[in-house]
């Protein structure tokens, strides 16, 4: 049970971290506003696919160690981690879409 709880709590805000590029609507991938069908592009798949792994690598290196080691001494730095390297693919990842971007239609 002492295990259950860190390996619960890193894994809920690793899954939050990893939907970021979808809680957005369909025409802004990483704060850029992008063709409609831009997602389903292979650059727009390229760019998400980046995302996930670098989030993915931390989230199972912090699994290892909380397993591994101290469990409670061990999810707060899996869990940095994770929305440390999150932070910086979301804004590498900005800077690359933002090539593809659109101006949005004027609001009336």
Same mark, same amino acid.
């Given at each position: 049970?002492?295990?259950? %709880? =860190?390996?619960?709590?890193?894994?809920?805000?690793?899954?939050?971290?990893?939907?970021? =590029?979808?809680?957005?609507?369909?025409?802004?991938?990483? *704060?850029?506003?992008?063709?409609? *069908?831009?997602?389903?592009?292979?650059? !727009?798949?390229? #760019?998400?696919?980046?995302?996930?792994? #670098?989030? #993915?690598? =931390?989230?199972?290196? *912090?699994? %290892? +160690? %909380?397993?591994?080691?101290? +469990?409670?001494?061990?999810?707060?730095?899996?869990?940095?981690?994770? %929305?440390? +390297? !999150?932070?910086?693919?979301?804004?590498?990842?900005?800077?690359?879409?933002? +090539?593809? #971007?659109?101006?949005?239609? =004027?609001?009336?």
């Amino acid at each position: 049970m002492i295990l259950v %709880i =860190p390996l619960i709590s890193h894994l809920l805000i690793s899954l939050v971290v990893l939907s970021l =590029p979808n809680l957005t609507r369909r025409e802004i991938l990483f *704060g850029v506003i992008v063709p409609s *069908g831009f997602r389903s592009s292979p650059d !727009g798949r390229r #760019a998400i696919r980046r995302f996930r792994l #670098a989030v #993915a690598i =931390p989230i199972l290196a *912090g699994l %290892i +160690a %909380i397993t591994q080691r101290d +469990a409670f001494s061990w999810v707060f730095t899996a869990t940095l981690a994770t %929305i440390i +390297a !999150g932070s910086v693919a979301f804004v590498l990842l900005h800077r690359r879409v933002k +090539a593809f #971007a659109v101006q949005p239609p =004027p609001v009336r």
